[in-house]
């Protein structure tokens, strides 16, 4: 096995590193106390192609494969979950969603302002009532004539209010069940289709999640997003390669959790040593450092099957649980080393402390992944 990265990946990690530290670290404080959206930092991250990390060249796009891709998700949110998670959201899943699914005109018409970062992008499926089971969703398509008219409400979507693009299933069919949802693209703007109040969260402070609220909107036949029927399928496929961001997200988190409890314990000092001296301590960081690189190989594999061609369900699944457990324990480590002073905000891992807790539950909870890796398993 080869676990050396090409020439390009390691640009591509050391290019998202670079922006991280120039132009992400100096506002996460600020705008996380403020819990605002990063408008500026977002609209610099789109000039280096990030933001269409998975649109091919002929839209604009950077084309990059899975494990560059991974690599860049897993800087970004060693610095900021915020700005991470907006990144990786807007790619692997509404920009996505539309690169797989999406007609010839779909894709000429969207994909290159969504890779030039021009827009965001939100995509909806989980709803007040469906979150683990996404296909129970009450959101409706009826068709009249040659439009389509959508009524219902989304919840907890990143990029929900900053975005102008969103990929929305519906069901088309309830007799159908799972196989009778669909896939459409809305614009902001479209009479009816809006953003509720962002949500005051936990965690990723300065990341913009609401509901998407659909009243009565109108939309041509033409916005059916892939085939009728197959949104829920198609949806399968794309939260495979989100699971992969999350894992990648959640790796990140982890080792920014491992990077500032290193520099508090070459800084600090008690009964006359430093703590990087004590070997309670030591012990600490050396099993987080552990944890943090099996859950990387643990992702860079998931994101490799999947640049192969080859089954990812498994591998994506595997890496997302425990690198995202990997995260809490590493934030609760790292925090416990910071003692008193990791309890309050003037460090970063009382930040990271509250951001890893989403990794648990977004993109499948870890109990939704452990349930898909046992039946993975069992055949």
């Known amino acids: 096995m080869d676990f050396e990265l090409t020439p390009e990946q390691k640009e591509i990690r050391a290019m998202a590193r670079d922006f991280a530290e120039r132009e992400v670290a100096p506002g996460s404080r ?32 950077a084309a990059l494969d899975y494990v560059s891709y991974a690599l860049a998700v897993e800087e970004l949110n060693r610095v900021d979950g915020s700005v991470g998670i907006t990144m990786w959201a807007h790619n692997s899943l509404c920009t996505n969603h539309i690169a ?3 007609s010839a005109e779909q894709k000429a018409r969207y994909l290159p302002e969504l890779a030039r970062g021009e827009t965001l992008g939100a995509w909806g499926l989980t709803e007040p009532g469906s979150g683990s089971d996404a296909a129970a969703m009450k959101s409706r398509a009826v068709r009249d004539g040659d439009h389509f008219v959508l009524d219902g409400t989304k919840a907890f979507i990143t990029n929900a209010g900053v975005g102008r693009i969103a990929v929305v299933m519906a069901v088309t069919d309830p007799a159908r069940g799972s196989k009778g949802i669909s896939a459409f693209i809305l614009e902001k703007g479209m009479p009816g289709f809006s953003a509720g109040t962002p949500y005051r969260k936990l965690g990723l402070h300065a990341s913009d999640t609401a509901e998407l609220v659909l009243d009565h909107v109108r939309v041509p036949a033409t916005q059916l997003c892939g085939a009728l029927h197959q949104g829920f399928v198609n949806c399968m496929q794309v939260l495979e390669g989100g699971r992969i961001a999350m894992a990648a997200m959640a790796v990140g988190l982890a080792q920014g959790a491992l990077d500032q409890a290193l520099a508090y314990m ?27 690189e099996a859950a990387r190989l643990l992702t860079l594999r998931a994101a490799a099957l999947k640049d192969a061609g080859r089954p990812a369900r498994l591998a994506a699944s595997m890496a997302k649980v425990f690198a995202s457990e990997v995260a809490m324990r590493a934030a609760t480590k790292s925090l416990q080393i910071h003692g008193g002073a990791g309890y309050i905000t003037e460090f970063p891992i009382e930040r990271i402390f509250r951001d890893a807790k989403l990794t648990e539950i977004g993109e499948g909870t870890s109990e939704v992944q452990r349930m898909v890796i046992a039946r993975e398993i069992l055949g």
């Open 30 to 61: 600020a705008f996380d106390e403020r819990q605002e959206f990063p408008h500026e930092v977002l609209r610099k991250l789109g000039a280096t192609g990030l933001l269409g990390a998975l649109v091919p060249e002929a839209y604009g796009g």
């Open 266 to 292: 070459k800084q600090r000092s008690a009964f006359g040593r430093t703590l990087a001296e004590f070997n309670g301590l030591q012990g600490m960081v050396a099993d987080m450092g552990t944890e943090i």
């Open 100 to 102: 797989l699914f999406g």
